[in-house]
Structure formats: structure tokens, C-alpha cells
């Protein structure tokens, strides 16, 4: 009853359901970009997967936590989380999971402004993915090592990569993937100053773009060509790409292509169609300002959120703590119950082993009169006597009638001697001896010559 008490009493309070609901919570927190929630209630998904010895769900509500951070802009918090799960990912040996963990520490790293250590955490994925032959996965990767290299100043590099991830993707067939690796390598040519092969790519993106309807990267294509365009002096057609872009990048809402839009399509249009122009100016302005008020209230509304978090982690590590306090108590008690329990059990082993004990001296004294009492003679009493010394001090089967031959055959045996020996002793036949031996095997209640020797002692 109390062992069991004990166990309920360190078994963990929430399941191993309880925690994965948790987990599927703040992935929907932060799916509908409730980033604060995402963040406390993936932590507390952890606390209960720790508790459970659940790894792989320690890992995915750490991943959770660590991009939850990120969008909150803690980058600090979210590589020290998404460390803690790429180790987890490394100690399961799941290869996938170990390149996902890297790929996330490096995009962390791109936007964080360290380009050194997302290459080295890229080059890291790089290998794990070739390691699986050619994949989509692959040709991910190669593209985010294209936009490191860019950011990082190496445009080269940032070609070569690209070219892999298009060679990859067009391997596959993946149309669409293969035109945004096309679009990437265009940027890393116009790096280069090699503009009009950049442009050839991008030609060649816009028409697979528009022709699956892609219109969030056909709206960032077109923003790179009119830029293109513009370099090659071509301003009319450079309005043209920079009008279409901004007009979807409207429609779907998206701020930061809208702006770049507009100040594409006022620089082309401001010799032209100086007033449009104007427009356009004021429009890229009044985008510049939204998004920064956009940043200033996502940054009030992160510090907010960090605060709160703050607050609520100091709480988890409260209740943590009160778990380990328990737990401990718990262990402590179970220590003193199994020694208790280890002692009363002792106790029983000795008091069992005196009673056997007292039997056996009480069984050897009974075969020590018995033997005595069939002693044939008193030029044997001294041989006799010595047997019932050893018998004082061991154990014996009781009602025991031995014969005079097979008390001298139980000496001898008890000396050493093999059966041919004690034959030629008493001048009779082995095969009398081993009857004789069996009888007093038998007689005894035991099976073998150390039994005899353990019973009866060597006779001096």
C-alpha cells in the first residue's frame, strides 16, 4: 500500500495527452500569430513533456517557442531555444529533424545580421540533406544558402548556389520552385553587374508565375526586372513591371513590396509622367510611415508580451520548483520504506537460519544417540565417540539405524577413500562397498559423499 502511494505520488500529474494539447495549442497561438501565448503556453507544454521523458515532444514545443520568439523579435531567446531542440533533434538521430533544427538556427541567424554563423549552420544542413540525395529539402537549403551569401557580400557564391537549387528542382520537375531559384539567382547576378543574364532569369520566372497565378512572387519578379529595367535605361518598361507589382502586392496586403513598388514606378515615371510619378512618391512615403508605425506597435506589443512572458516564466520555475521539492520528498520517503523493509528482512533471514539451526542440532543429537546405541562393541567406542563429536555441531537426518560394516564404510568415506580403497580395507567387494554406501545414502536422506562428509565430519 505504501509503495504504491509512493508511486502515485512521483508519477507526473499531467499526461503525455495533457502536453501534447498544450503543444497543439501554441502551434494554433502561433498560427493566428498570437506570438506572447505561443510562446508561455509551448513553454508549458515543455515543462510537462520534461516530466513525461517525452523528447521529441520537449523538442517540437521548443521549436514552437524558439519561432514564437523570433517573430517576437527576441532573437537571443529564440537561437537559445532553438539550440536546446536542435540538440534534442541530434540526440534522436532523425536526420530530417536535425536539418529542419539547422535550417531554422540559420534563417534565426540571417535575420539576427550574424551571416557567419547562419553559413556554418547552412553548411552543416547542407551536408545532412546530400547525405539523402536529391530532394526538395535539398534544394531549400541550396536557396538559403544563396540568400545568405547575397546578404553576406559574396555574390558568387550566391550564383553557384542557386544554379545547384535550380538544377535540382528542374530535375524534379518542380516548375514553380524552379522559376523562385531563377529569381534568386537573378538577384545574385545583378550583384555581379551581369544584368541582362539576371534579366533572362527573371523573364523566364515571370512566365512560369504567371502562368500557375503565383502572384506574391510574380509580384516580387516584376519589382526586380523594373529595377533592371531601369539600369538598362528602359524606363517605360520599367513602369509597366513596377505598376503590376504594386497592384498585387495591394491585393494581397503585402506593405513592404508595395513601397518598393512605388518608388520603382515614381523613379521610372518621373521623367514621363512627372504627376503619376508624384503619386507614386507620396504612396512609397505614406507606406514608409505605416510601416513603421506597423514596427513601433508590433515592438510595444512585443516588449508587452515579453514583459507578461517574463512574469509567467518566473511562475513555471516557482511550480517547477515545488515539482522537484516533491519529487525529492517522494524518493526520500521510498529510501527509508526499502531500508525498513530491507531490515525487517534481515531480521526474518537470521531468525529463520537459528531456527534451522536449532533443528539441525536437535535432529543431530537424536542420530548421535542413535549411533551410539548401535555401537557393536567397546574397541569401537572411540571411533563412535568422534562421530558424535561432529554430529554435536551439524545437522542430520533423524531415526537413522546404521549397521556396524556401514559405519566403518561411512568412516572411511568421511577419510577420503574411494570405494576400491575402503574394498580393499575391509577385504571385501566394491560392489558391497557401493551397496553399503547407497544404504547409508539412503538411511540419511542424502545423495552424495559431501553430503556424508558435511554430515558426520572427517573421523581423525
Request: charged letters at 25%.
Amino acid at each position: 500500500m505504501i509503495l504504491t502511494l509512493l508511486i502515485l505520488l512521483t508519477l507526473n500529474p499531467a499526461s503525455d495527452s495533457t502536453a501534447w494539447h498544450l503543444w497543439e495549442k501554441a502551434d494554433s497561438l502561433y498560427r493566428n500569430e498570437r506570438f506572447g501565448e505561443a510562446v508561455s503556453t509551448a513553454a508549458e507544454a515543455g515543462a510537462l513533456f520534461r516530466k513525461d521523458g517525452d523528447k521529441e515532444g520537449q523538442a517540437e514545443a521548443l521549436s514552437t517557442e524558439a519561432t514564437a520568439w523570433f517573430r517576437l523579435g527576441a532573437y537571443d531567446k529564440a537561437m537559445e531555444r532553438q539550440e536546446a531542440c536542435y540538440q534534442l533533434d541530434r540526440e534522436s538521430g532523425d536526420s530530417s529533424r536535425i536539418s529542419s533544427s539547422l535550417n531554422t538556427l540559420a534563417a534565426i541567424c540571417v535575420v539576427a545580421g550574424d551571416y557567419d554563423r547562419a553559413a556554418e549552420y547552412n553548411r552543416q544542413t547542407l551536408q545532412y540533406e546530400l547525405r539523402q540525395g536529391p530532394s526538395e529539402r535539398l534544394a531549400i537549403r541550396y536557396g538559403m544558402a544563396a540568400d545568405i551569401a547575397v546578404k553576406a557580400g559574396n555574390p558568387a557564391a550566391a550564383a553557384d548556389y542557386a544554379r545547384k537549387a535550380l538544377a535540382v528542382d528542374r530535375e524534379a520537375g518542380r516548375e514553380v520552385a524552379a522559376a523562385i531559384r531563377l529569381s534568386q539567382l537573378a538577384n545574385a547576378l545583378a550583384e555581379m553587374d551581369r544584368q541582362r543574364e539576371a534579366k533572362a532569369c527573371l523573364d523566364e520566372a515571370i512566365a512560369v508565375f504567371e502562368a500557375h497565378n503565383i502572384e506574391h512572387s510574380l509580384s516580387i519578379a516584376l519589382a526586380q526586372r523594373s529595377a533592371l529595367l531601369m539600369d538598362e535605361n528602359r524606363p517605360a518598361e520599367a513602369a509597366e513591371d513596377a505598376r503590376r507589382a504594386y497592384r498585387l502586392s495591394e491585393g494581397l496586403g503585402n506593405k513592404l513590396v508595395m513601397r518598393n513598388a512605388a518608388r520603382l514606378a515614381g523613379e521610372a515615371l518621373s521623367v514621363s509622367a512627372p504627376k503619376e510619378a508624384s503619386d507614386y512618391f507620396e504612396k512609397a512615403l505614406d507606406l514608409t510611415e505605416e510601416i513603421s508605425r506597423d514596427d513601433m506597435a508590433r515592438h510595444v506589443a512585443d516588449f508587452n508580451a515579453r514583459y507578461d512572458l517574463t512574469a509567467k516564466e518566473h511562475d513555471i520555475q516557482i511550480k517547477e520548483q515545488a515539482l522537484h521539492a516533491r519529487s525529492i520528498q517522494a524518493w526520500l520517503l521510498l529510501g527509508i520504506v526499502l531500508l525498513l523493509g530491507g531490515s525487517l528482512l534481515g531480521l526474518c533471514i537470521v531468525l529463520r537460519r537459528r531456527s534451522r539451526t536449532n533443528a539441525a542440532l536437535m535432529r543431530a543429537s537424536m542420530l548421535k544417540d542413535q549411533l551410539l546405541a548401535l555401537q557393536p562393541s567397546l574397541a569401537e567406542k572411540e571411533p563412535m565417540k568422534d562421530i558424535s563429536k561432529e554430529l554435536d555441531s551439524l545437522g542430520a537426518s533423524p531415526s537413522v539405524h546404521l549397521s556396524s560394516r556401514e559405519l566403518e564404510v561411512a568412516r572411511f568415506c568421511c577419510d577420503g577413500l574411494t570405494a576400491k580403497e575402503i574394498a580393499q580395507r575391509l577385504q571385501i567387494s566394491v560392489r558391497t562397498v557401493e551397496t553399503h554406501k547407497n544404504n547409508i545414502f539412503r538411511k540419511l536422506g542424502i545423495t552424495t559423499t559431501v553430503d556424508l562428509v558435511r554430515l558426520m565430519g572427517k573421523i581423525q
